[in-house]
């Protein structure tokens, strides 16, 4: 059994954060674990709050599992402040944790704050440079490099700039321009857009975590960087083309597409 840890903050309403990741791991048959860093009372309509797991609290469980269930790869999603950053940070270096796919996540999609501002800063500085690969949606990689991204070369150019905060690599979703859905990928040397078919649905509640999750998940199971990426694109595209119509807002993405179970 290969196994797959998200750091990440958990949403009641199980389409995004801890939950969307746990779900992506058991559809990839990787056994999944969780360091929460913070816990949001959230829903497909909104966040109608947030409280963050104190930094003592997050290193624990970092210890919990590193020193018993040492993890084939890690994703990092919502880390929320300063603190709780230089504390993942200093839990990765102290175990020497590999394999790290980090989504900057910063604002939910119904656009509350799921990283505070001012904590940007740090997550360059803390978690970019330990990073296999960075996955910032358009609004995140503007606000990484500090200018509005608008087209594929815009992506390329903030590439390129993530890079040398000292990410290895770097994945800009374009999941918000129109058109196609196509995101760059850049190693440093060479970029490569990796495109599908946009799906009309207004149910992409959790895509940016679960597409990261898959990513870590697929290098849990051994495959190289860009087949993991290949790969994971291909489940995201899929979950989103059967997305689930559920609740008031925007609905979740459906992490079990490809998996029938049958009604006896
Ligand atoms: N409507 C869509 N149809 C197909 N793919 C999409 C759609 N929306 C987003 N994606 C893809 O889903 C992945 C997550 O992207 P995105 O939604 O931009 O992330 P985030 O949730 O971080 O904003 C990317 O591969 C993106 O291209
Ligand atoms: C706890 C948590 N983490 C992350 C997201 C981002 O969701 P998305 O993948 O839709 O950008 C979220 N809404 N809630």
Redesign the pocket.
Known sequence: MKLALTIAGSDSGGGAGIQADLKTFSAHGVYGMSVITSITAQNTIGVLGIEDISPDMVYLQMKAIFEDLYPNAVKIGMVSNEDIIKMVAKGLKDYNVKNIVL?P?MIS?SGSYLLKPEAVEALKKELIPLSLVV??????AGELIGKEIKNVSDMKEAAKKILDFGAKTVVV????LTGD???VFYDGKEFYE?T??????KN?H??????SSAIAANIALGYDLVESIKRA?AY??GA?KHSLAIGHGVGPTNHFWNIEIRKV
């Open positions: 989504d996540v999609k996955t910032p949606n358009l609004m995140e979703k374009g999941g918000h859905a196509l995101d990796i599908t078919e946009r799906i009309d649905t992409t959790g895509t940016g975590c679960t597409f694109k995201i595209t989103i």
